[in-house]
Structures are given as structure tokens and as C-alpha cells.
């Protein structure tokens, strides 16, 4: 229904103003089976059920009708895990606690194995402990996702464990360089430079550099430029004002700092790598 919490409740909220029905298609505990097979289970015929298992088998492609999913965040828990969730609750009353087992199959489905680590209640592997094992073993850069990313963490999230690269474990030179990439571009600069307190990292772009309205080069001096900007405290309209690339990097994405995509820009990446080696880009 919706890709999110906040997205599902918008579209309820919609309807609810225009006066229109809300209906959400093919709830499982409405299917024909589900409900004789609740019959059973409450007449208790087979006594007390104690465990139960829940699968979900298609017989063909959900992508070929539904490319979209391919893209979906999340894409096995949002599209097949709430119908098992809703149908367990459904048959058996609600859940006290949830746990999710997941491993990444296919490479181009972008939501395939989300989670499997820090989801895990039973694990209790926080990313900030799982960074020091790293570091441990002589690691000196980690990946920490980035601010308003593609992805789904929360940014608050994310600065924590871009702050825990850069706190000292055993004496204050013993630090690792957090690393900074998911969907980002000059937009977010600002607000990371901000939080995190310090321009000991590295920012990596992909779409904000490669999809850049005039091009590689220009997205990389729009990405240097708010960073210019940042560490001289002007802010980035002002800066753009008289920095043309940095400009049209706002103007192309806006002003909101929100997670970049590549989109129809894709169709100009093979001439441009052809020629620009992308040492800068993610």
C-alpha cells in the first residue's frame, strides 16, 4: 500500500478528506482457505497450536507485471511480509515480539536481504560495536550510509556511527575516516558537515556528480564547492550565487538536500565514463 508508515497514513488521510472508500486489495485473512482453516483452529480440533509456519510461493514473476518492486526499499518485507505478518495475526493473535531472517539472493533487487544483521533483537549488533571489531583489525575507513539517503535509515542513526569512526579507542590518534555515500550530493553537505563535527571524511557521490546538468566535471566542483561553503560558514545560497555549478546542482535537485538518483540522467553515463574516469564518484 505504501512504501512506508508515514506514506500509508498520507494516502489514508487523502481519501478520508476527498470522501472516498479506502480499500486495500487481496488481505490474505479474507481468502476463503484462511478463514475455514481459522474455523478449525478456533473450534480447536487440533487443540492449542503452539507453532506455526507460514509460506509463500508465487508461480511466476512478480516483477514482469510489477517491475517497480524491483526498486522497492525493503522490497520482501514490505511486498510478501506483511500479508504473512497480517495472516499470523489473523490465525493466531497478535505478536509479542518480531524477528526477521533475511539473506540477499538476486543483485538486482535493490530491497533483496535488508537487515539481516542489525533487525535481529537476538543479535544486539549495533553498528557502532560491529565498527569496532573492524577497527580491530586495522580497518581505517567504514562505510556509515549518509544523511537523507537512499536507504532507510534514519539520519540520527547515521550521524552516531559516522561520530563513533571518529572517537579514539585507545589514544587519540587511534581513529577511523567515516565514509559517507547513499544517494548524495552537494544538497546534503551543510547538514553533514554540521552534525558530524568535523571534515575528516569521506563524501562519496555517485548521481550527484555523474547526473550533474553540465556534466562530470561540473559535478564534481558543485560537490567541492558546498564544501567550500560549509567549512567557510556561507550558506549555499549565497554561495551559488556566484558559483555557477553549485547552482545548477540546486536547481536540478532542489534545495532540500534529499537523496539522489541517477533517473532518465542514466542514459548519459556510458559517453561520460568513456572519457572521465570516475575516481571521484561512488
Not at 489473523?90 to 526477521?100: I, K, P, Q, T, Y
Not at 559517507?180 to 558530524?196: F, H, I, K, N
Not at 561553503?229 to 534529499?258: F, M, N, P, V, W
Amino acid at each position: 500500500m505504501g512504501a512506508s508508515l508515514v506514506e500509508a497514513e498520507a494516502m489514508m488521510e487523502a481519501c478520508r478528506e476527498a470522501n472516498v472508500p479506502f480499500f486495500v486489495h487481496e488481505n490474505w485473512r479474507w481468502q476463503t482457505p484462511i478463514r475455514k482453516l481459522k474455523e478449525e483452529l478456533t473450534a480447536g480440533k487440533i487443540g492449542a497450536p503452539f507453532r506455526g509456519r507460514i509460506q509463500f510461493c508465487s508461480s511466476f514473476s512478480v516483477f514482469e507485471n510489477q517491475p517497480f518492486l524491483r526498486d522497492l526499499e525493503q522490497f520482501i518485507l514490505t511486498d510478501i511480509g506483511n500479508h504473512i505478518l497480517d495472516t499470523a495475526r489473523f490465525l493466531f493473535g497478535e505478536a509479542e515480539s518480531l524477528c526477521c531472517h533475511t539473506r540477499r539472493i538476486h543483485s538486482d533487487i535493490k530491497g533483496n536481504g535488508w537487515g539481516a544483521l542489525s533487525r535481529h533483537p537476538n543479535l544486539g549488533f549495533d553498528f557502532i560495536a560491529y565498527q569496532k571489531l573492524w577497527r580491530l583489525a586495522g580497518v581505517d575507513h567504514l562505510h556509515c550510509n549518509g544523511i537523507r539517503n537512499k536507504f532507510c535509515e534514519p539520519d540520527d542513526s547515521v550521524i552516531a556511527s559516522a561520530r563513533a569512526r571518529l572517537t579514539p579507542m585507545f589514544d587519540e590518534k587511534d581513529v577511523a575516516m567515516p565514509v559517507l555515500a547513499s544517494g548524495q550530493w552537494a544538497g546534503q553537505e551543510p547538514d553533514t558537515y554540521e552534525r558530524v563535527g568535523s571534515f575528516d571524511l569521506m563524501y562519496l557521490c555517485g548521481g550527484g556528480i555523474m547526473a550533474h546538468p553540465s556534466g562530470i566535471a561540473a559535478g564534481v566542483a558543485s560537490v567541492r564547492q558546498a564544501w567550500d561553503a560549509a567549512l567557510a560558514g556561507i550558506t549555499q545560497d549565497d554561495y551559488a550565487a556566484t558559483h555557477t555549478e553549485l547552482r545548477e546542482a540546486i536547481e536540478k535537485y532542489g534545495k532540500s538536500g534529499e537523496a539522489l538518483t541517477l533517473g532518465a540522467q542514466a542514459a548519459r553515463l556510458p559517453s561520460a565514463r568513456k572519457h572521465h574516469p570516475s575516481t571521484t564518484t561512488r
